[in-house]
């Protein structure tokens, strides 16, 4: 790339002046907090943690970095978005897990639960290969979007309906890699 086309190129890191705005600041103090109540509820175990890829890489990696604990992971990818704003109402499951959960402490990790779908799957899916628990672990919440209810344990934010981006969640796949989250009018 020339040095011309690189100081050309848009920022990407302004935020939209929709009604859903959470600064990195606000994020790292609330994945703070919820990373000590999972270390006090995981006392004398050792919770194994999956990530839901795409969306909850960096939620992910800043809530282990958090953890302070001993724990394991693994990362499985469910998509039903693609690039729209609605979801298809369908889960596909991209890539499965690398480990047996069997009598595992296990903690969903999701960057939101939107409808619900999603979540209730992956839920339902993972039940089925007998765990010894399993909670949800989820940054954001739109309630008022949701058609199947799920249980979330440990809960970063409540957002009104508003389609959000940053932080790994997308816009028709770019902006993952923002440190913020933000949404537009
Ligand atoms: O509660 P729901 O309505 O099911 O929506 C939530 C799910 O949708 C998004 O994933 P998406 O399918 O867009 O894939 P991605 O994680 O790769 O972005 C998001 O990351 C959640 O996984
Ligand atoms: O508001 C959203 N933004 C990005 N991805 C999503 N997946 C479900 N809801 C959203
Ligand atoms: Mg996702």
Redesign the pocket.
Known sequence: MSAASGSTSPSRLAPGSGPVQITSEQIQARVTELAARIRQDYAGREPHLICVLN?AFMFHADLVRALDMPCTMDFLQAS??GNA?Q?SGEVRLVKDLQFPISDRHVILVE??V??GI?MNYLLHYLEGRGPATIKIAAL?S?PS?RKVEVPVEYLGFTIPD????GYG???SQYDRNLPFIT?QE
């Not at 508003?162 to 981006?165: G, H, I």
């Open positions: 969306g039903s978005y704003k979801s960057d939101i939107d409808t999603t954001l739109k979007r508003a389609f959000v981006y969640l997308d816009r949404s």
